[in-house]
């Protein structure tokens, strides 16, 4: 079939349709009734219509339990930090005393002095001291003789003032070294006080990191 016959034949049909329908050629291209709406109205009324899920709370809020997780903390935190305080008071009037003690030592120490007085030196064996020797003079004593056979020492009431008076002396600083001795034993008691006050500060701040300083890093 040759093209104009193909052409003659197509003009037939579309003129019998627009014979049919009535009209004019132009009305086969008359827009349609139905209002057009873009795709993407439909895909929203369409998603609209989707049944929504319900949103659950949590068991418990996580906003709330942070809060609750501070006020823990602030608690323990402050309990803490007043038992720190305390211990630490305690441990500062130990060293106060401790103090106190050194300073009486070195009192004590500025009155020691020499064993034997000059006076004593002169009269008595250098191996006696005025303690014995003044037992001995009054023991043993005689107004004519020498109470040594190899030294001179007679029995008078000056001698025997001197060697009181080195006796006296004696049991003076005998009184101060055993007072110093004292003092010295109450500060090594007292260093082990501190030591153990320490301990217990350091096992107090070690315990609270071990129960709340995860909780801390948590929070």
């Given amino acids: 079939m040759k093209l104009n016959e193909v052409l003659l034949i197509a003009g037939s049909l579309l003129a019998a349709l627009v014979l049919s329908k009535g009209g004019s050629v132009s009305s086969i291209f008359k827009k349609s009734s139905v209002p057009f709406m ?10 609209e219509n989707f049944p929504q899920l319900e949103t659950f709370k949590q068991f418990f809020p996580v906003k709330e339990t942070n809060v609750q997780l501070k006020n823990i903390m602030n608690i323990e935190k402050k309990e803490n930090m007043q ?5 630490q008071n305690e441990m500062d009037k130990v ?3 401790i103090g106190s003690q050194k300073s009486e030592i070195g009192n004590y120490q500025n009155q020691l002095g020499k064993s034997r007085l000059d006076q004593f030196d002169k009269i008595a064996p250098s191996n006696w001291g005025g303690i014995d020797l003044l037992k001995k003079f009054d023991r043993d004593s005689d107004p004519y003789r020498s109470l040594f056979p190899d030294f001179r020492l007679l029995y008078t009431q000056q001698n025997r003032n001197i060697i009181l008076q080195q006796a006296n002396y004696e049991n003076q600083q005998n009184n101060i070294q055993s007072n110093i001795g004292i003092l010295e034993t109450n500060i090594g008691k007292a260093n082990e006080y501190a030591k153990r ?7 107090l701040n070690e315990e609270y990191q ?9 929070g």
């Fill in 83 to 87: 038992r720190n305080t305390y211990l």
């Fill in 197 to 203: 006050q320490q301990s217990d500060i350091d096992n």
């Fill in 210 to 218: 071990t129960r709340f300083g995860s909780l801390s890093r948590y």
């Fill in 38 to 47: 873009p795709l993407e109205n439909k895909t929203i009324s369409f998603i």
């Fill in 95 to 97: 060293q106060q005393y």
